[in-house]
């Protein structure tokens, strides 16, 4: 498999915040950092596919990050730059870094942000709608001529405020991501599998259920797949590991001729494994330092880990 | 392979806590239904071989749990009748079910207890020392005279109030089963896959470290082997599902020719699967609705599950 890089054509396109981050762990406090959803789900697919990104900075975004992005060669027509404050968010850790407290969200320039795709961006065959605004994914979605495929994240805070909306999306979608708290929340069932059945039935083929450092279920009419987390030695900020997971998926399964069960199996062990270094730094740091190559090896070495 | 039941040797002895317990979940409140460690192992390992019983019970112990024993043909040469009251233990399980809180704990018997070994039972291969006080476990480890294999499970009371003598007890067994934040309590090092290498150079072969729902891990110096868990349906009462795990798995271990880390990469799977049954109901009352070949069937769907 060839990557695609360089060329002009985008096979996956993907919405979601950018934002500067300020994460404290227990370790240690990092300020305005890179974060947000489509910076790290971006990241992940570019492993894999050409990748390009949609969403908005203000004109305090730092040149550094736009030349990050560059690195993992990730398309930037479609990020814009508007007058005001870079979106911006803080969050603190707790001792095992499973319980995340966000201290403040600052929406800044997404507050008024419409998305307007670049013509390329509209004949790409892949979409992931990384968390963000319901209204927003929408908006995306419904500029898209050319879609084989397209999965949707979301979060709490959206089920809580904008469920008509999100509804909406989930309808429309292949596959939703969702975690294990929020199909609970958006269901009302808390009894896990039956949560995912609901959600199931709500329109995608496919409902990937994640757990964070436990894992995800895949659910869909062809039965359950069970994808174990990979054992992090030394987890320094759990932050985008979720974003890294769907993107990661969803750039393996942009380069896949047919999608199957088999093949979203495939692709949600490679989300794990690009999830598993990410979480092995602050921000981008840790993908910034990989190849291809350390995930191939990453895969192989957990499919020892779980075979049977 | 077949089973052993009805012989006179008993392949597995099992020693830990018998008692009434009072179980409070969301739905429904259970009051003095059997439980202890020592029933759920050894109701899961009778599945798989000759299992004998090392505990003590009170005069109030109805006949008709010595009677749900008998139905799993579980030896209870070693389960001694004492003057007073039977173990008793009650807790409350939080809307999700996966946050337990202990309401009340009256030893009762237990505080006298010194297990004396039927002579058949000392001749016995394999022996699991099932979560008790750590100073009966190693009065029973020293009884054994032909062990092959032994396993411990301990608890976070054991850690806290009998460290030196777990610590012997540890030292001695070729594996321990210990919960995620027990293996950080014990070691002091919050990164599970660092604690868990520090509990393996505490003495033990294997260390696996279970995570409820969430499934389980095994380390080795071969390396580490990850099991999800078997996503249940409808749980009705998580009590004994890490009981029932390390049982099933013994079980299955009594009857490897070899014991090597496919072999028990094979009994965690099983040890699971029959967890996973286990709390589909309160106390025993699953495992005694159903046989080998329904434990059999779900390890198939299982495999299905986790196939790459």
Known sequence: MKLRHGSDAVNLVVVGSIGLDTIKTPAVTRRDILGGS??????????FTSTGMVGVVGRDFPA?????????????????????????????????????RTLSTDLNVFADFAPDLPPVYRESPFLFLANIAPELQFRVLSQMRALRFVA????????????????????????????????????????????????????????????????????SKHGLVLVPAYPVDEVHDPTGAGDAFAGG?????????????????????????VASFTVEAFSLEKLQTIRRADI?????????MIRC
Chains 1, 2 share one sequence.
């Open 249 to 273: 998926l969803m750039g393996v399964l942009a380069r896949a001729r047919r999608i199957t069960p088999g093949t979203v199996r495939r692709a949600m062990v490679y989300g794990a494994m």
């Open 152 to 219: 949707a994240d979301t979060m709490d805070l959206w089920i809580k405020t904008a469920r008509p909306a999100l509804l909406k999306v989930i309808r429309q979608v292949d596959m939703l991501l969702i975690n294990d708290s929020e199909a609970r929340e958006l269901t009302g069932e808390e009894h896990l599998v039956q949560a995912a059945r609901r959600v199931l039935a709500l329109g995608p083929r496919y409902v990937i259920i994640k757990k964070g450092e436990h894992g995800s279920l895949l659910f």
């Open 38 to 47: 489509v910076s790290y789900a971006c990241a992940a697919a570019s492993f």
């Open 64 to 100: 550094r990050y736009r030349a990050a992005f560059r690195t993992f060669h990730i398309d930037q027509q479609g990020l814009q730059s508007a007058d005001g404050k870079t979106f911006r968010w803080s969050g603190v850790y707790e001792r095992n870094l499973n319980n995340r």
């Open 296 to 304: 191939e090896a990453r895969v192989r070495q957990f499919l020892r």
